[in-house]
């Protein structure tokens, strides 16, 4: 079973920058499409950026120029820069992998998740 373990969450003034990291095991970080999505209180688990096999990007246009996912494949790890952080990013942020037969550009496709991590953004 593949494992997904965030870390790098906490609380951070409007403005500021956070770095997120995902820890994989039992699978190898470059043959999956992996992604974090955001489940703020009240509403849906959206995408935030994704990563896939080929190092492509995709992010969402609230967080583009702002985010920036990359993952390291000596560490087996996926991460997330955020910098210019707002209010409204404040959210539980989830790791995602999804491997052959699915697809990371929305949580239905994903195949495994992350227990989250929070991310607080103050005005």
């Known amino acids: 079973q593949v494992q997904l373990v965030e870390s790098g969450g906490g609380s951070v003034q409007a403005g500021g920058s956070l770095r997120l990291s995902c820890a994989v095991s039992?699978?190898?970080?470059?043959?999956?499409?992996m992604g974090w999505f955001r489940q703020a209180p009240g509403k849906e688990r959206e995408g935030v950026a994704t990563?896939?096999?080929?190092?492509?990007?995709n992010y969402a246009n609230s967080v583009k120029g702002r985010f920036t996912i990359s993952q390291d494949n000596a560490k087996n790890t996926m991460v997330l820069q955020m910098n210019s952080l707002k209010p409204e990013d404040t959210a539980m942020y989830y790791c995602?992998?999804?491997?052959?037969?699915?697809?990371?550009?929305?949580?239905?496709?994903?195949?495994?998740w992350g227990q989250g991590t929070q991310v607080t953004v103050s005005s």
């Open positions: 995602a992998a999804a491997g052959r037969g699915g697809y990371c550009s929305s949580s239905s496709g994903v195949h495994y």
């Open positions: 039992r699978a190898t970080v470059s043959n999956y499409c």
């Open positions: 990563i896939n096999s080929d190092g492509i990007t």
